[in-house]
């Protein structure tokens, strides 16, 4: 229990260390800390019912790490500058380039019937239906408005 306590802790001053500085694990594949970041999370819950809460609390946070690093690092920033492109929101309501605006209307109305949140679709459709018919109309205009 002793050796358990001890790994605990040297894995906590590795945590802390690594987490002062803004270096993210590159050269194990994100596979590997995820398996890993499970593995962790077993351990810690046998600590757990072994009643060993410390190294169990320690391994927690060590699996959370873990899950975190094994996510790809996405922007914010370059998501929004990347935006749709006019082709891929005429894909997405499924309208021509000579498409008017009544045509987008209507065929973002007949889609967000069946992708709308509240009548059973998903919030993922819907954005995308949304985004497509901003880029197409116009950002920030609203089809429904109070």
Not at 12 to 37: C, D, E, I, S
């Amino acid at each position: 229990m002793s050796i358990l306590v001890l790994l605990a802790g040297a894995l906590l001053v590795l945590l802390v260390w690594v987490g002062r500085k803004p270096v993210r694990v590159t050269g194990v594949p994100r596979l590997w800390r995820a398996l890993m970041a499970a593995l962790v999370a077993v351990a810690a819950v046998v600590s757990a019912l072994r009643g060993g809460w410390i190294p169990s609390l320690i391994c927690i946070g060590l699996s959370a790490w873990l899950a975190q690093t094994a996510r790809p690092a996405r922007s914010s920033s370059e998501a929004a500058e990347r935006g749709m492109s006019l082709r891929e929101a005429r894909e997405i309501l499924g309208v021509d380039e000579n498409a008017g605006r009544s045509e987008i209307d209507a065929a973002y109305r007949r889609l967000m019937r069946r992708a709308h949140p509240d009548h059973g679709g998903s919030t993922g459709l819907a954005a995308q239906l949304n985004a497509a018919r901003d880029r197409l109309l116009g950002k920030g205009r609203r089809l429904f408005s109070a």
